[in-house]
């Protein structure tokens, strides 16, 4: 009797543990689909099956950023996982896959440090730039052999040059400083750890029409325009130097904008884009090609207001010359150092600082 009961209830077993810096993907398989239950609590969560016991070990323990143990109680007609975190920063999505169910437990919130800039007083100490690709990502090739990972590092150096000559006071620290490669999410964890206030990636652009040039400004939000989700698309796109897994890779895609962290950061990010868009064009007498929103994934991973900007387009014979000269490189870095400046000065009037 006990043995067809169990023959009857079948079983689930662990196909899948995997981690991804802020993703840990759990995938069970099954015989059939089981009703589950969810429940959270502080720095735990439990998802528990009805009519069905578990095959494997009791306990998994797993010294990741977001998962540090997996607890199973078992019996003949019930299986509960309680999954352990090191904090309760986290969010999980739950859904069938085939032949079984895949649990997601992402980060979510506020990085430890303290509130955002809008909390008001905190004055912005700490900027950083971010030179997009590097290393085995050359970014987008253009013109004469132009590559974008040699441009953006040259920026973003001339950048940081005048922040610093400018503003003594400020600290300013960039995401790579050589030919590296640097995974995006990264980039924004470095910045989160730091306790970065704004933090700016620097891109070259790319068309397949090589009229087009111009200067384009993103932040973080639903692209409004076919044009717009193409730019994130190829940026994004550097995350197949890290994620081998297509499936780990789109649900990735996926998230980045339910992740609401950046989502506290909009305005700022907003005006912070605008600000940066204005000066640049000042001192290099661009197309204007506007300030633009699109999900990428770089910026989806800094807790802070956040800008990606795109210096010009390397597809565009006479802008790739440009772009690989000193003069106009130093044009830009001016154009975004002044525009950092202009922000703080604006933010510091807003808040009531000095
Ligand atoms: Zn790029």
Redesign the pocket.
């Known amino acids: 009797m006990v043995l067809l009961w169990l023959a009857l209830v079948g079983t689930l077993q662990v196909a899948r543990l995997k981690n991804y810096q802020d993703t840990v993907l759990f995938e069970l398989k099954w015989d059939r689909r089981y009703p589950w239950r969810f429940s959270r609590s502080g720095n735990t969560f439990t998802v528990r099956f009805e009519g069905t016991s578990y095959k494997g070990p009791l306990r998994v323990e797993r010294d990741w950023p977001l998962l540090r143990r997996i607890d199973v109680k078992t019996s003949s007609w019930s299986t509960r996982f309680t999954f352990t975190l090191p904090h309760r920063n986290f969010r999980v999505r739950i859904h069938p896959v085939k032949g079984g169910i895949a649990i997601w437990i992402y980060r979510h919130g506020q990085s430890s440090r303290a509130p955002p800039a809008s909390g008001g007083g905190h004055a912005i100490r700490r900027i950083v730039i971010d030179p997009?690709?590097g290393g085995k990502d050359p970014?987008?090739i253009g013109w004469g052999g132009v590559r974008?990972k040699t441009i953006?590092l040259q920026v973003a150096r001339k950048v940081a040059f005048y922040l610093k000559k400018w503003a003594p006071d400020l600290e300013v620290r960039l995401t790579r400083t050589r030919d590296v490669f640097v995974p995006l999410a990264k980039r924004g964890e470095m910045a989160n750890r730091w306790g970065a206030d704004l933090f700016v990636s620097i891109?070259?652009n790319y068309a397949r029409n090589r009229r087009v040039r111009g200067l384009e400004t993103y932040f973080l939000s639903d692209a409004k325009t076919k044009w717009a989700r193409a730019v994130a698309n190829?940026?994004n796109g550097?995350l197949r130097y890290e994620v081998e897994d297509e499936e780990i890779l789109q649900d990735v895609l996926k998230g980045i904008l339910s992740d609401l962290a950046q989502n506290a950061f909009l305005i700022q990010s907003q005006d912070l884009a605008l600000t940066l868009h204005e000066t640049i064009l000042k001192t290099t007498r661009q197309p204007d090609r506007r300030v633009r929103q699109a999900g990428f994934y770089v910026l989806s991973k800094a807790y802070m207001p956040a800008v990606l900007i795109?210096i010009g387009f390397i597809s565009n014979p006479r802008e790739a010359r440009l772009l690989a000269s000193s003069s106009f490189q130093d044009r830009i870095a001016r154009g975004i150092a002044r525009g950092i400046l202009r922000y703080i000065r604006v933010y510091a009037r807003k808040n009531g600082g000095t």
Do not use: L, P
Request: charged share 25%.
């Open positions: 997009g690709h970014g987008a974008e953006t891109h070259c190829f940026e550097a795109e």
